[in-house]
């Protein structure tokens, strides 16, 4: 029996809180706040039904939509980046997914978003260690502002068969000036660095090629693009998402600002890993990506988009942006900017 994995960039899964003038469960009122401050400070409420509602709710409709792939079944696993909170996490799962899922993990980051990776998974959890306070090679500042999640995941009852997934949402590409744009490839460079040096950490000599694992998430790059290159051709980890015959069917990011997609989602298998499951392809969910414009002939613009292998691509290619969404996608609402991605493990 094969085990459904999923990443997916949800992009920005918030809770929004009804704050109080005092703290949860404080019978004497003495945590009170005083009212000058009431305007700006407040505390978070009893996790409760009605202290909190999910942000965007349509939006993350169709994200629960585009992870059931149209119909009923939803992945074992899913890997998220973007996430803001556990609560968060499990009001999705409970809202959205009818509570789906049995396990759910996150840890809090130091990003200052609060964007966090996050599981659920069906899967039983064996095991989760955190790589958020690790720090870069010589300094003194964190290497992963979003963590490197590492989980180990039951595939049979037993728990003897297992998979461990580093679930990873690298530095983003956005930059306004020359010298933030070297600075935030740097740090994508060392991120992915720092995972090879994890996974030979956790997987030494002949385990490196005989332990199933995999690298899932936003490593916010193509696959040639420098930063990267190592971690996605160098290391020994085998793409899965290159065993799609056609170069244009594996983008997954959808930038409107730059009228372009490119692969930013990446699912990096270990060697072993890749030979168990040799031959499956994964799918790629884009019926829930949005577009730019509504053109003249009433379908959705661009006609044509690009194609960009790496970032500011030279020669990018271009094919029709015109295939089917789901019927609720218009140029305001979408599932994500991203696409999840699904693959199959026996």
């Not at 799918?283 to 790496?310: M, Y």
Request: charge should be neutral.
């Amino acid at each position: 029996m094969a085990h459904t994995i999923c990443t997916f960039n949800v992009n920005n899964l918030f809770v929004r809180y009804r704050f109080g003038q005092v703290f949860p469960g404080d019978m004497s009122g003495k945590s009170k706040l005083e009212e000058a401050l009431t305007a700006t400070f407040g505390y978070l409420p009893l996790n409760h039904p009605g202290g909190y509602d999910i942000f965007a709710p349509e939006m993350r409709a169709l994200a629960a939509k585009a992870l059931r792939r149209g119909g009923t079944k939803l992945p074992d696993v899913i890997c998220f980046q973007e996430v803001e909170s556990l609560l968060a996490l499990r009001a999705f799962n409970a809202q959205h997914l009818k509570k789906a899922y049995k396990y759910a993990m996150l840890v809090d980051s130091h990003d200052l978003r609060q964007i966090d990776v996050a599981v659920l998974s069906n899967l039983e959890i064996l095991g989760v260690r955190s790589h958020v306070d690790d720090l870069q090679p010589g300094g003194r500042s964190k290497l992963f502002s979003r963590d490197c999640l590492e989980i180990t995941l039951a595939l049979n009852r037993s728990g003897s068969q297992r998979v461990t997934l580093l679930v990873n949402h690298l530095k983003s590409r956005l930059a306004s000036t020359p010298a933030e744009r070297t600075s935030a490839d740097t740090k994508r460079q060392r991120q992915a660095d720092g995972i090879v040096n994890i996974l030979r950490e956790r997987f030494p000599g002949a385990a490196f090629g005989s332990e199933l694992f995999a690298v899932v998430g936003d490593l916010n790059d193509a696959p040639d693009s420098p930063p990267i290159r190592p971690l996605i051709h160098g290391s020994g980890l085998v793409s899965a998402i290159d065993r799609i015959p056609a170069a244009t069917d594996r983008w997954t990011h959808y930038w409107r600002g730059g009228g372009s997609v490119s692969q930013l989602d990446h699912v990096l298998l270990s060697p072993a890993l890749a030979r168990a499951t040799a031959g499956a392809v994964p799918h790629i969910e884009r019926r829930g990506v949005g577009f730019a414009n509504v053109l003249a002939d009433g379908h959705p613009g661009p006609r044509q988009i690009r194609v960009e292998k790496i970032e500011d691509d030279p020669a990018p290619e271009r094919f029709d942006f015109r295939f089917a969404r789901f019927p609720e996608v218009n140029t305001e609402l979408s599932a994500s900017d991203h696409c999840p991605i699904f693959f199959e493990v026996p």
